[in-house]
C-alpha cells in the first residue's frame, strides 16, 4: 500500500477588495497545487451566506497554515488587512504556528513595514506589475509557495491536520 500523502495545507488569502483581479489571477496560478493536493485555499469570498464574516474570518486566520499577503499601495491603506489581518498574521509568524509569505503585485512602500523582514516574492522583489509577462511572475510567486509547502509538508508527521 502506498504511503498516505500528506493533507493539504491551509492557505490564508488576506487582499484588498480592490484588488480582486490580481488576487483572482494568483487563484488561477495555484490551480496546480490544488489540484495535487497539497494547498487548499480560503479567501473571504468562501464565506457563506448568513455567517458572522468577521468571525469567520479570524477564525481561517487563525488556523491557516501559510498566510498569503497581497500587498498593494490599497493593501497598505486598508484599516481591516494591514491593522488585524496582517498584524495577526505576523503574531503567528512570531510564535511559528504560520508561514507567511508576502506578495509585492504592485509597487508600494512596503520596506518599512513588519512584514519586511520576511523574504518576499517575486523574486528580488519585483511588483508582478511590473513584469513584462505577469505569468512568468505569477509563475515565480507558485514555485516560492510550492516549496514551501513542500517544506512545510516535511516538517508535518503524516495525517496530522494543524
Not at 502506498?2 to 490580481?22: C, G, I, N, R, W
Not at 491603506?77 to 503574531?91: I, P, R
Not at 520576511?118 to 507558485?142: E, G
Request: glycine fraction near 2%.
Amino acid at each position: 500500500m502506498p504511503p498516505a500523502a500528506p493533507a493539504p495545507l491551509t492557505l490564508f488569502l488576506s487582499y484588498s477588495h480592490k484588488d480582486e483581479a490580481l488576487k483572482d489571477e494568483l487563484v488561477v496560478h495555484l490551480a496546480s497545487l490544488k489540484r495535487q493536493g497539497k494547498i487548499q485555499a480560503w479567501q473571504d469570498r468562501d464565506i457563506e451566506a448568513g455567517t458572522e464574516w468577521d468571525a469567520e474570518i479570524k477564525q481561517q486566520l487563525e488556523s491557516a497554515e501559510i498566510i498569503l499577503l497581497l500587498v498593494t499601495p490599497r493593501f497598505i491603506a486598508s484599516d481591516y488587512c494591514y491593522d488585524l489581518e496582517m498584524q495577526q498574521a505576523m503574531q503567528r509568524h512570531e510564535a511559528g504556528s504560520a508561514r507567511v509569505i508576502p506578495i509585492i503585485l504592485k509597487p508600494c512602500d512596503w520596506q518599512h513595514s513588519p512584514f519586511s523582514k520576511l523574504q518576499v516574492v517575486p523574486k528580488d522583489a519585483k511588483p508582478v506589475t511590473q513584469w513584462s509577462d505577469p505569468d512568468a511572475a505569477f509563475l515565480n510567486v507558485v514555485q516560492s509557495i510550492r516549496r514551501a509547502v513542500d517544506s512545510l509538508q516535511a516538517k508535518k508527521p503524516l495525517g496530522e491536520n494543524a
